[in-house]
């Protein structure tokens, strides 16, 4: 778990493991970054946002910052090349989100798999 305290303000919440808590990590850190103002590093700015560039780039190093500090360690390697929260956050997201029908047959092998062993 993983806890900051601002302003009498607590977030706590389990980090990264992989695919069994991405879905919940992620709604959790999309909260956490909206929270400190910095989802829009994420989303991206719109047109009309008179947001300075300095500004910018400072919101998006810290929500860079919160990102890898809120992923275990076995999920550093997606990380050490990104150079910006968003492609911080697409890498996560390309590596854990469930893929559809490929991640199902993914699934239903390994289940065949254990079944196939409990009958040994």
């Known amino acids: 778990m993983a806890t900051e305290s601002a302003f009498g303000f607590s977030v706590t919440f389990a980090k990264l493991k992989g695919r069994e808590n991405y879905i919940n ?3 959790q850190m999309k909260n956490y970054l909206r ?3 910095l989802w ?3 989303s991206g700015y719109a047109d009309e ?9 400072q919101r998006d190093e810290k929500a860079h910052s919160k990102i890898n500090l809120m992923v275990d360690q ?9 150079e910006t929260a968003k492609e911080a956050w697409d890498a996560l997201e390309n590596t854990f ?4 029908l490929n991640r ?14 409990a009958q040994c």
Do not use: Q
Not at 74 to 82: A, G
Not at 104 to 117: K, T
């Open 25 to 27: 990590w992620k709604f």
């Open 35 to 37: 929270h400190d103002n």
């Open 40 to 42: 829009s590093a994420i």
């Open 49 to 57: 946002d008179r947001t300075s560039l300095e500004e910018r780039n």
């Open 74 to 82: 076995c999920c550093f390697s997606y990380l050490m090349k990104c």
């Open 97 to 100: 989100k469930d893929k559809g």
């Open 104 to 117: 199902r047959v993914g699934l239903l092998r390994s289940l065949c798999s254990v079944m196939a062993l």
